[in-house]
């Protein structure tokens, strides 16, 4: 067969992709049958059907685990022109926790400045 190739002109790099192409199928044909075979005789596992009811009559209770925040009820709820004042300095705990609940939960209408040293401003001013 490579012979005959060759016949037509091919190079030996187009010859040596040919041949890895070949053992790659080869490959793939085998390690089919040995999944096949392996998987044959084993049943597959399905799972039980849920028995879930939506409910749509009234909010769902509040969560007490982790994923709450506080930011969020305090940041989400507030409007345009709404505002608070920290007391930090820059770069510390809080400064840090403030500008990720902001990014987190206001991301894009808001402003957070400093006022005086060791003061800050955050506001919203996007709707």
């Known amino acids: 067969m490579f012979v ?49 009811k939506v409910i749509t009559t009234r909010p769902a209770p509040k969560r007490m685990t982790q994923p709450a925040s506080d930011w969020r009820n305090v940041l989400a709820p507030m409007k345009r022109g709404h505002w608070f004042e920290v007391e930090c300095k820059t770069g510390d705990n809080i400064y ?24 800050y401003i955050f506001e919203i001013i996007k709707g």
């Not at 890895?20 to 596992?45: A, G, H, N, V």
């Not at 840090?96 to 060791?118: I, L, M, P, Q």
């Open 4 to 52: 005959l190739l060759a016949g037509y002109g091919y190079s030996v790099s187009h010859l040596k992709l040919i041949i890895r192409i070949m053992i790659w199928q080869e490959l793939y044909l085998l390690l089919t049958l040995i999944l096949t075979i392996y998987f044959e005789d084993k049943p597959m596992k399905t799972a039980k059907p849920l028995n879930i």
């Open 96 to 119: 840090s926790r403030v500008t990720a609940a902001a990014n987190a939960y206001c991301k894009g209408r808001y402003t957070f400045y400093k006022a005086e040293e060791n003061r």
